[in-house]
């Protein structure tokens, strides 16, 4: 799998993990963040979060074209770098629940999205160009499976991280998590509360601090600044990890410099040198036939990155709301960061005893898988009868079984390949829309017969009824096989196919149709408040038309990656 590689790819996919390391450790908690902070209600909540991440994925058009006209990948993306390192350093300050508070959030937000524009798309361009090299071309494919594993890698630490750093802080100050006391606490604020509400939040109080009930009020805004200061120190570490991913992209440039030239500045080259050699252009029509399929398959992610990402909203609603806290026996194993570490040891392990050849090897694996299972079961053994989680915990398990099941997949297309059966990559993303759409139906089967989130506002938006954290574990197994069919297949499509003077920009439209996919994310967040079985279909009737679409337009996109 990592064999016959440019050592490039490994750079920018590592330059790229410690990005992704702090973007997700600030997407894991931000919508709980503004909702504690500020008291935001779902509609507010749903446009600040859908309009960023429009943004975030937006904006690497408009980084592309700044790449392929003025300034290079590289330089863009140093770029980059330094303007999101200003945004999360803003957004890491403690601030008043004011217009100042607000004003710094939005502005950290802004800075964010724009830095990652630069960033984003034009690291990406780098890894194709890699592959543009006959010597490796024939593994384009597995690069961007490759590349998109070690994004999920610093994904898989994100929720751990943000719950490690903001439950300390609210610890340091006597105080524990409760999902509850910030939705009581502003409905006390605004004299929304209910009887029955403050009753429980008297209690609540209590169970914290002893004498609080005496002030609810006092209590409430300490506790609110207590969490949302936690908060602001989990986003800190998207600083830390920044540094370290400008670190390894400017220390290793030797290894990708070759890739960092744009069609523009390579001819600019030519010329200089008296050259003769042109870059290759294809005709007018070719490139129209090229820019329009690969306008058809943005059309058809758009609707994914709308399910998909309802990791970071609804489904993070139903963490919190609809999710039972504690977790007993066997379900313990994957709620803690060693033993989900050691897992990955094992599988690891396993994966290496069935393909390396040599002795040496399997020797090595064994004693891999050896200490793996060890390390596994003397965590286990060693943890709490009942464990208490909080609801970003659940974002760790898409990137976990990224981890696990790319060397799958990655098997299993080559098995195909070689027998000549492999799915072509718009097929690939054809059938990951159809299992996005059975995620969605496992959601609205464990959902029936829960009750609305407009019922359960008098109870602090917590459901009475909880469900087992399987359900929410079982749906993201299954996007996560819906991802590893349609995301790396289409950063490696819109590669192969886009137009050499355009490889920026189409990498950026790619990102931008994640973008619109991104903003409709909201449109799920204004409707929480209904049956939570058809707030999940919608989706599922979303993903199986999408899917459909694109197996009507086949043979088009299959001409066209040819």
Known sequence: ?????????????????????????????????????????????????????????????????????????????????????MGYLLLAIPTEVNAIGKVMMFGALGLIAIGTGFFKGNLQALVGNLYDDPKYSSKRDLAFSIFYMCINIGAFFAPSAAGAVYNHFLQKAGLTYEAKIPAFAHQ???????????????????????GASANLSAFGSH????????????????????????????????????????????????????????????????????????CLVFMVVIFFWMAFHQNGLTL?????????????GLNRIGFKLPTMVMMIISFYGILGLTQLKSIGGKVISTLILVAGVAGTYAYYIGM????????????QFNPFFIIILTPLSVGLFSILSNKGKEPSAPRKIGMGMFIAALAFILMSIGSFGL??????????????????????????????IAELFLSPMGLSFVSRVAPPKYKGLMQGGWLAATAVGNYCVAIIGHLWGIQLWLLWGILVVLCVLSGLFIFSIMKKLEAVAK
């Open 1 to 85: 799998m990592l064999k016959g590689h440019p050592k490039g790819l490994f750079v920018l996919a590592l330059a790229n993990m410690g990005e992704r390391f702090g973007y997700y450790t600030m997407l894991a908690i931000f919508v709980l963040f503004i909702q504690a902070k500020f008291g935001f209600d779902k509609d507010v909540s749903s446009v600040i979060f859908s309009s960023f991440l429009a943004l975030v994925y937006f904006l690497p058009l408009m980084g592309g074209i700044v790449a392929d006209r003025f300034l290079g990948y590289g330089k863009t993306i140093i770029l980059g770098v330094i303007v999101m390192f």
């Open 188 to 210: 006390l604020a605004n004299g929304t509360i209910s009887t029955e509400g403050l009753a429980n939040f008297k209690q609540l109080a209590e169970a914290q601090t002893l």
């Open 223 to 294: 506790y609110i600044d207590k969490l949302s200061e936690g908060y602001n120190y989990g986003f800190a570490v998207a600083c830390i990890s920044l540094l370290i991913s400008l670190t390894i992209f400017l220390v290793f440039r030797k290894y990708y410099k070759k890739a960092d030239v744009t069609v523009r500045e390579q001819e600019k080259v030519n010329r200089a040198s008296g050259n003769t050699t042109h870059v290759e252009e294809l005709s007018p029509t070719e490139t129209k036939q090229r820019v329009i399929a690969l």
């Open 316 to 328: 993070t609603w139903f963490a919190r709301d609809y999710t039972s806290s504690a977790v007993v």
């Open 384 to 395: 709490p009868e009942v464990i208490n989680i909080t609801p970003e915990i659940f974002q």
């Open 451 to 480: 009750p609305t989130p407009d019922v359960i506002k008098a109870t602090g938006g917590v459901s009475n009824f909880l469900v087992s954290p399987n359900l929410l574990i079982s749906t993201y197994f299954t996007l996560t």
